[in-house]
């Protein structure tokens, strides 16, 4: 059975407007970048694509200009001489008689493609392979057990790659293409090459995750494979530009949305991070495997399925991007803020186009130094969804402390004790799982606490030379308030934060060129 990507596209219902969109995204092809899903919605939709239309398309994104979805004549296996030794092992097909073999992949090109690109894409999959496989564990690629897998350059002026699947003998078998564009930086086609044998390795634990998650953990993995490229660190952006999005969200014909999916590595990364490492996001592969259902396996059936508490994980998840409290802090852009506080007390609310959608979120930083006392926050919001309201507290841009307010009929209120010389960033997000948007109001002020006109013999101490008198009390931690002290490891550094707004338009422009 041929295994296909579904996407949750923003398509037009009619069948004809949806294979128009379809058909201005192929005459794009080189310019966007992105194939996979792409190609996913073609099968889709072939049916009804004319022969002229289907023609066209093939000459665009097919190896050799080949029909797309035609079956390809699988090679004739030798038959060795008695007493000789088995034949070396090959692909299933061959579509170029330009070919370098390894030892799991067999690269092929157009004419007109410099060998060397070749040799170095079949490099770059040897390793991915060895890294992704050998030394983590992934589980093989369909039919590579028998068959080589086959990689296939294009001479066309692309830097876009896609990966899909080739029925041979009854199996489905993963293959990859890409423009020859991809090694005009060689460590750009470095960590496609890791991003999309990922994908091949996802066909093999069926499709019931969401395709969200494809591509987040695709990207992720790039790091494991080529650590010190951080090539990754330019898709974060699609997350941290637009945070407002449904972290579940996937679209190939809205652009934000679309970068989004591969912004939302920043979940992998948590999850290595913070609960339990590279094998943790491998666990939701390989759990995923016994689903009978299609791209509906959420965050939540993840996380559920491997003993951790949906909401609690989320909370906790959301309160480390306020500061990007990461091993790697320095390489995660700093995130979108819907508003900026200067003064107190101020009020705000989700903005127009901003408002956040369901397990997406709004950021409001406060800012240090408005003074001293306890930071007093009310929040009203639509009483139709649960709300998850936090004030995080940062210090050295680490997390510091949490106040979770509890928010019943979509109305809370919370304070943070002691508020002085950190900055605190409000996290707003409905906990539903929706791509509708939600609306909420919010005040703040800074309450400051009485001054004491005498000592306190109880609680506090006289101090003898005259100079003042301690209350005894210390920081002390408010009730709703977690003292979390350091979290994260690594190099603490605000240079991705600095520099994340600045050149996010370079990045998205890069990221445009480049996508898979």
């Avoid at 979940?267 to 290595?272: E, G, K, P, S, V």
């Amino acid at each position: 059975m041929l295994f296909v990507l579904g996407l949750a596209f923003a398509a037009p219902a009619d069948g004809a407007a949806t294979r128009a969109s379809l058909l201005r995204l192929v005459e794009r092809a080189e310019d966007l970048g992105c194939l996979t899903p792409l190609v996913a919605e073609l099968h889709e939709n072939w049916a009804g694509f004319t022969p002229a239309e289907r023609e066209r398309i093939s000459t665009i994104l097919a190896p050799d200009a080949a029909p797309l979805f035609a079956p390809v004549p699988e090679r004739p296996v030798p038959v060795p001489a008695l007493g000789a030794p088995p034949p070396a092992r090959d692909s299933c097909w061959s579509w170029s008689d330009n070919r370098l073999v390894g030892d799991h992949f067999v690269v092929e090109w157009e004419d007109g493609v410099d060998e060397d690109l070749a040799a170095q894409w079949l490099d770059d999959l040897e390793l991915s392979w060895e890294v992704e496989v050998d030394d983590h564990g992934w589980q093989e690629a369909d039919g590579s057990d028998e068959y080589l897998l086959v990689a296939y350059i294009q001479d066309k002026r692309s830097g876009g790659a896609y990966t899909y699947v080739q029925n041979c003998g009854g199996e489905s078998i993963p293959y990859m293409v890409s423009g020859n564009d991809s090694w005009n930086d060689p460590e750009w086609g470095a960590t496609m090459a890791a991003h999309e044998f990922n994908h091949m390795l996802q066909f093999s634990y069926g499709d019931a995750p969401e395709f969200w998650w494809w591509e987040a953990t695709a990207t992720w993995v790039e790091d494991y494979v080529f650590p010190d490229s951080n090539y990754w660190s330019q898709y974060v952006y699609g997350y941290t530009m637009a945070p407002h999005i449904s972290m579940s969200a996937s679209d190939q014909q809205d652009q934000d949305i679309f970068y989004h999916m591969y912004g939302m590595s920043i979940f992998a990364f948590y999850l290595d991070d913070y609960q339990g490492g590279h094998d943790t996001v491998l666990q939701t592969w390989k759990d995923a495997r016994g689903d009978s259902g299609r791209y509906d396996r959420s965050a939540q059936d993840m996380l559920e399925d491997l003993g951790l508490d949906w909401e609690t994980v989320y909370a906790d998840f959301v309160t480390k991007n306020t500061v990007m409290d990461y091993t790697q802090q320095r390489w995660f852009p700093a995130v979108e803020e819907e508003d900026s506080v200067k003064s107190l007390p101020a009020e705000g609310g989700s903005g127009r186009q901003t408002a956040p959608q369901g397990y997406g979120q709004n950021f409001i930083k406060f800012a240090d130094g408005m003074g001293e006392g306890d930071l007093v926050v009310r929040f009203e919001g639509d009483d139709k969804v649960e709300w998850s309201v936090q004030l995080v507290e940062s210090k050295a841009k680490r997390v510091n402390r949490v106040v979770t307010m509890t928010v019943e009929n979509g109305v809370g209120e919370a304070t943070l004790e002691g508020y002085a010389d950190e900055e605190v960033v409000m996290v707003v997000s409905p906990l539903k799982w929706t791509d509708s948007d939600y609306d909420y109001n919010w005040t703040a002020e800074l309450v400051a606490p009485p001054e004491d006109t005498a000592p306190d013999e109880d609680s506090g101490s006289i101090d003898d030379t005259g100079d003042g008198i301690s209350d005894g009390n210390g920081n002390g931690d408010g009730d709703g308030t977690v003292d979390l002290g350091p979290s994260g490891c690594g190099c603490a550094s605000s240079d991705g934060a600095a520099a994340g707004l600045a050149v996010a338009g370079a990045a998205l422009a890069l990221a445009a060129r480049r996508r898979r």
